[in-house]
């Protein structure tokens, strides 16, 4: 019922705690919740466990590092 993220920089919090940046493929599915660990790292809450044994992607959109660039998928 989560997925943590490690980018490879430092996010800006405001940036990286938008639920509607993150969506997890297949099924379309977004975060109830976000939670930013330390300066890189990022908890995607979901409302149910991902299935087992199944691949899933990340897509990161609007994330912004500390001088302003969006990661787009970079972390």
């Known amino acids: 019922d989560q997925v943590i993220i490690e980018f490879n920089e430092a996010v800006q919090t405001n940036s990286a705690i938008v639920v509607a940046s993150y969506t997890i493929a297949p099924g379309a599915i977004h975060p ?10 990022v908890v995607l809450k979901l409302t149910s466990p991902l299935a087992q044994d199944t691949a899933y992607t990340v897509q990161a959109s609007g994330v912004l ?11």
Request: cysteine-free.
């Open 65 to 75: 590092d500390l001088v302003g660039n969006n990661i787009n998928n970079g972390g």
């Open 32 to 41: 109830i919740s976000v939670l930013l660990t330390n300066d890189r790292t």
